[in-house]
């Protein structure tokens, strides 16, 4: 089974109200390889909201109590994003998960770089609060950017 980030299947999650609809994703897409989620959604954050980003630090550091996570307006949503991760994790175990393909760059779902905390745009090394829940139970996590579709395929030809 394969955890996939919704938004990347054209599912209207992200914080602005659209999606990252990824084209060559969403035609492997079915419900007995993949389970769609989105951990922001799971947390039962709104949408449309504020933008949000890790504030000093990456998601191992939010898990670890080290960092925070908060919107553009300041408010801290930290135990937010700890909810949806925890509930990502509960999905993944239930379902029988190794893998996931997560939206790069999310502050939930990013792998190996996410935005700075600055709102500018500018990125750092590290792993969204949910990616890195993820891989610290031993789920292969990739992006839409690092996954080839060569990899996919032997992803679900091995299942």
Known sequence: MILISAC???R???YSGGNNL???LA???????FTAFCPE????????R????????????????KACVKDKTGL??????LSGAQKALQIAKKKGANYAILKARS?????????????????????GVAAELLMQHGIKVYTEETITEEELIKILQNK
Do not use: H
């Not at 959604?41 to 449309?48: D, G, Q, Y």
């Not at 504020?50 to 670890?64: F, H, R, T, Y």
């Not at 801290?76 to 994003?81: G, P």
């Open 107 to 127: 502050p939930s779902c990013g792998c190996g770089e996410i935005y700075d905390g600055s709102f500018s745009g500018g990125k750092k090394c590290g792993n």
């Open 8 to 10: 990347l299947l054209g």
């Open 22 to 24: 990824c084209q060559w």
């Open 12 to 14: 209207n999650v992200k």
């Open 41 to 48: 959604c799971l947390a039962m954050l709104p949408i449309p």
């Open 27 to 33: 035609k492997y897409y079915n419900t007995e390889d």
């Open 50 to 65: 504020p933008p949000v980003e890790i504030q000093n630090g990456s998601g191992e550091d939010v898990l670890n109590g």
């Open 76 to 81: 801290d949503v930290t135990r937010e994003f």
